[in-house]
């Protein structure tokens, strides 16, 4: 059973750093690709970035590049989400998915975890 949980949100100040974890377990981590996707009141939900967790190839929207890093731990079957410079625009809950496609597409992904919300005060 393919499960995916979510966690280390939090509030933090404009210019701060947060790193959000997303737990895997049921499936080998290295068979998938993981994705971060967002999705802020009122906002459609959006792909963040993807990491390829067999060849560790990563993509990233252009409002995170540079700024936020994905990166999987495979022996502890954990993807991180590290995020620096926050702003308040990136405030939303973050979601983390499995699929068979390093893409940011929701329509990549069958299964998802549940979310963590991440607060950036001005």
């Known amino acids: 059973d393919v499960q995916l949980q979510a966690s280390g949100g939090g509030l933090v100040h404009s210019g701060g750093s947060l790193r959000i974890s997303c737990a895997t377990s049921?499936?080998?981590?290295?068979?998938?690709?993981i994705a971060w996707f967002r999705q802020a009141p009122g906002n459609e939900r959006e792909g963040v970035a993807c990491i390829s967790s067999a060849d560790g190839s990563r993509d990233y929207a252009d409002s995170v590049k540079g700024r936020f890093t994905i990166s999987s731990d495979n022996d502890k079957n954990t993807v991180y989400l590290q995020m620096n410079d926050l702003k308040p625009e990136d405030t939303a809950v973050y979601y983390c998915?499995?699929?068979?496609?390093?893409?940011?597409?929701?329509?990549?992904?069958?299964?998802w975890g549940q979310g963590t919300l991440v607060t950036v005060s001005s």
């Open positions: 998915a499995a699929g068979y496609t390093t893409t940011r597409q929701i329509g990549g992904y069958d299964n």
């Open positions: 049921g499936f080998t981590l290295g068979d998938y690709a």
